[in-house]
Nanobody, 121 residues
Framework: VQLQASGGGLVQAGGSLKLPCAAS????????MGWFRQTPGKEREFVSS????????YYADSVKGRFTISRDNAKNTVYLQMNSLKPEVTAIYYC???????????????WGQGTQVTVSS
């Protein structure tokens, strides 16, 4: 699976961004998809994930209620809608995929190149 994330940018606190991640490869529709993020000096951390059908979604406690993950298997794309953005979510966001459940402590098999999200105060 090849992953191409986009949609990052500079936004003011309280604003919104939607990150799409386009996937290619035959296994997309059967893969768990998700997002991690990383800030300088810190390890990459789990943000959110979704199962192949979209029935099950998972979120880090820090983003619950503000971020929403979804996927469109017909378009081979997973989305991360981020609302009520705060400066502390500034990071590089990576799209990920794996045949296993993607959760905290899991190192997904496939990683995209990352997209920078910067929230100004």
């Amino acid at each position: 699976v090849q992953l191409q994330a986009s949609g990052g940018g500079l936004v003011q606190a309280g604003g919104s961004l939607k990150l799409p991640c386009a996937a290619s490869g035959r296994t997309f529709s059967s893969a768990y998809m998700g997002w991690f993020r990383q800030t300088p000096g810190k390890e990459r951390e789990f943000v959110s994930s979704i199962n192949w059908s979209g029935q099950y979604t998972y979120y880090a406690d820090s983003v619950k209620g503000r971020f929403t993950i979804s996927r469109d298997n017909a378009k081979n794309t997973v989305y991360l809608q981020m609302n009520s953005l705060k400066p502390e979510v500034t990071a590089i966001y990576y799209c990920v995929a794996d045949s296993r459940v993607i959760w905290i402590g899991v190192d997904p098999a496939y990683w995209g190149q990352g997209t920078q999200v910067t929230v100004s105060s």
